[in-house]
């Protein structure tokens, strides 16, 4: 059975820092690449950070500069370090896992943690 489960969330005020975490189970994690999405309300599903599992990495042109996604494969877990914090942040982040090797297999997702920026 496959699980993300994130956690890191939380209120912070603009200008400051949350990291968020995804440990997954129950995959391959040398096989999956790794990305966080966020969803705020009234808007699409849209793409944070994406790591390959050649390590390269793509952010979202908002994100830029402010957030720094990594990840552990000991530990199977994805973290998303966000700084420098703006309201506009404020969303449910989504952790995914798509397999790179397998096209046939399903994206996996997590249930989302939420992320609130204001004073």
């Known amino acids: 059975q496959v699980q993300l489960v994130e956690s890191g969330g939380g209120l912070v005020q603009p200008g400051g820092s949350l990291r968020l975490s995804c440990a997954a189970s129950?995959?391959?994690?040398?096989?999956?690449?790794m990305a966080w999405y966020r969803q705020a309300p009234g808007n699409q599903r849209e793409l944070v950070a994406r790591l390959t599992i050649g390590s390269r990495i793509n952010y979202a042109d908002s994100v830029k500069g402010r957030f720094t996604i990594s990840k552990d494969n000991a530990k199977k877990t994805v973290y998303l370090q966000m700084n420098s914090l703006k309201p506009e942040d404020t969303a449910v982040y989504y952790c995914?896992?798509?397999?790179?090797?397998?096209?046939?297999?399903?994206?996996?997702w997590g249930q989302g943690t939420q992320v609130t920026v204001s004073s």
């Open positions: 129950g995959i391959i994690f040398s096989m999956y690449a």
């Open positions: 995914n896992a798509r397999n790179v090797v397998d096209a046939t297999s399903p994206d996996y």
